[in-house]
């Protein structure tokens, strides 16, 4: 019996099927009655080298497109690179080299681990999103977009790192710092490009109820994003002789009303700019302008504000006044930028009034509390109750009080009921070189001016520096100098590039035809999409997916597209995680250099190099920052791919985070031997089954096997469905081909070679020649099963008496009920526990439960 060696036969495998062009994708026509299927995974930034987190990833693509294919369909499954964005131009400057450069380079490394991992890839639709050729592409639909009014420009307050010169987002600001250069973040009014998603604000919420095949989790996360919500927009007038318009605000608490203890607005509101500046304004704003940028840190961030001396009245109590500040967690970017606050009943309005000793008046009355003594102090209540203290809503809920409310503003003259969204729109700009430039020219007489067509794509220069912090592309000695279009006088070039966002939002449309001479070939988009299974981390829940769906929706506006939503389905896999390790410094130490030993409960880890005791730490998600990354060579080189792939898809249900462990991969590479022992068992010569019996309960071993395998795959309960391969195996060590004899135990082995191939492909390959079988598994139909022999002649039933549990029976699937009563009363354990007692009833459902009744 031969030893099954990985490193000898993976290679072999992925030669072959590159040599039969095997996973080449066929056109609707070349695929005749097949139906279709899409199945992608979210492309990867070139960071330069894998981790096994992405092995996880198209590990689960790979299985779900292998699966598919044997099951008759004509499958997609594509692969490109996210390739723009900010560590290619950090790289520049560290390093002093080109963006390009170290960008194709990390391509070609990482895209020969990946075919290294033999994944079922049509590898001739590859493209990365820096090529020309396709965000000249998207150029060109962007000015589509801006035709149909879809694309505007306007000044807009952005996170402004002084030091290098650049926008950041909320993300990129850590404690109110650059995340790279460290400097203390400004909030600037510049001029940005934006893209119109709010027009579509109902459709994307509307679209959700749709995604059937998408998680609760992840439509729910976009719903909140998105942020619709049904309230109250209506004026407050100032008190006294002044000359501000009535202030307006929009609340989604209007039956709160009775409650205001202030009114507050955004730091740049209008009304702030037209306040007499001194130096205490001066100073605050500035304060202002230093701190939180993300929600959360407006959230639980320290509340500020100034009082700007102004009053307005209350609309509900004559002769009633509210002061109004000015409030650091107040956005302009949120309704009116203006709120009435009612501190009894929102948190941070409770924290803001009672740090500036504003009044809290209590207004929404739990169920069980008492009017005279229900007082909020430092937690407002923000649950549900009755309406008090607010004259014409008392004894309302809140919801018809809502209703009243807006009822009363609106006679009043003072508002109406809106309906609003959190969701702005998205802001394309980027101050950065290695991005998509926004292809338009700003002439001085005729304004914002589109690239013409046949100049597109508007490429980047080579000839760039990093040596001064900022965007290249505005010190450019020639790029950015053009003609006008127009007019042909002197003009520049926009020197902004997309948000890479914007790249990554209508990808899987360019992979169904991406050497198309339009952007999107429309009859190729018409047969793919949508996609049909989309696969990758819950981190890209809210914006990468809200943004394709959205310029899915734009696209089709336009023209390109007939759908509207991208992915039909979407998993979101769990993360890799990883122990990690520290020194007594505090510095983190990769795996490879540590030995880890056992004490009984008790675990300790040394640093291999140098022998000093490490602190073992949290297991945490796979981060290079952390240093516990596993590489994957390390992993194939040791084990083989299989094994690697084996793992990662066994450990746990997909959806979860999975913990890597040396012992676990070692346990998938035995397994992986052990398969190739049973396929390579298998006697050359035919061998007449001497026992009948054992043959057919190995076939049935089988055949159950192929149904528990299909429908585990079809559910995405990876890890369930190849539990049953390990059971399978087990049954087929355990059998003797002399009793069996060959033509079972060859029917068995076919099958699991069938079963295996999604998961550990090149092993299946192997175990498909092996069985003498023409052709590559890779191209054979999934293993069939034989329902009567997948279905169990008997099956258990449990025994109670008086509902509790005393006993299991056999029962033959044809049994009838008396026959199943008969042969409990039977059974000796049965039998002592209705000693002595009546049997005033038996209860038999059959396939369920049997219950004996006894007084």
Known sequence: MSRYNPKESEPKQRARWDASQTFLTKSKDQAGDKPKYYVLEMFPYPSGRIHMGHVRNYAMGDLVARFKRARGFNVLHPMGWDAFGMPAENAAMERGIHPKGWTYDNIASMKAQLQRLGLSIDWTREFATCDPSYYGKQQKWFLDLLKHGLVYRKESQVNWDPVDNTVLANEQVIDGKGWRSGAVVEKRNLTQWFLKITQYADELVEGLSTLDRWPDKVRLMQANWIGRSKGLKFKFNFAGEVAHEPLEVYTTRPDTLFGAGFVAVAADHPL????????????FLDQVKKGGTTQEEIDTGEKLGFNTGLKVLHPFKPGETLDVWI???????????????????????????????????????PTDADAASFKVDTEAYTGPGTIFNSEFLDGLDIETAKATAIEKIESLGLGEGAIIYRLRDWGVSRQRYWGCPIPVIHCNDCGVVPVPEDQLP???????????PGNPLDRHPTWKHVNCPHCGKAARRETDTLDTFVDSSWYFARFTAPDASEAIRKADADYWLPV?????????????????????????????LDVKEPFA????????????????????????????????????????????????????????????????????DTYGVDAARLFVLSDSPPERDVQWTASGVEGSWRFTSRVWAEFDSLPDDDVAATDDASALELRKVAHKAAKAVTEGFEGFRFNGAIAKLYEFVNALRASDVQKTGTAARREALTILAGLIAPVTPHLAEEGWARLGHKGLIADAAWPQYDPALATDDVYTLPVQVNGKKRGELQVPLNASEAEIREMAL???????????????????????ILNFVVG
């Open 272 to 283: 702030v700019k037209a306040l007499p500046v001194t130096p205490e304004l001066e100073a």
């Open 327 to 365: 409030a650091n967690f107040v956005l302009m970017g949120y309704g009116t930028g203006a709120i009435f606050g009612c501190p009894a009943h929102d948190q941070r309005d409770l924290d803001f009034a009672r740090k500036y000793d504003l009044p809290v008046r209590e207004v929404v009355l």
């Open 532 to 560: 049909d299974q989309y696969i990758g981390g819950i981190e890209h829940a809210i914006l990468h997916l809200l943004y394709s769906r959205f310029i899915t929706r734009a696209l089709n506006t336009c023209g390109y």
């Open 569 to 636: 389905g979407l998993f979101t896999q769990g993360m890799l995680t990883h122990e990690t390790y520290k020194t007594a410094a505090g510095e983190w130490v990769d795996p490879s250099d540590v030995e880890v030993t056992s004490e009984g409960s008790k675990r300790s880890a040394i640093k291999l190099s140098t022998g000093e005791a490490l602190k073992i730490g949290d297991v945490e998600k796979m981060s290079k920052s952390k240093k516990n990354v596993v590489a994957p060579e390390d992993i194939f």
């Open 458 to 468: 508007v490429t980047l220069p080579e000839d760039v520096t990093f040596d001064v």
């Open 826 to 848: 039977a059974d000796e354990g049965v039998k002592r526990h209705l000693e002595g007692v009546t049997v005033r009833k038996v209860i038999v459902v059959p396939n369920r």
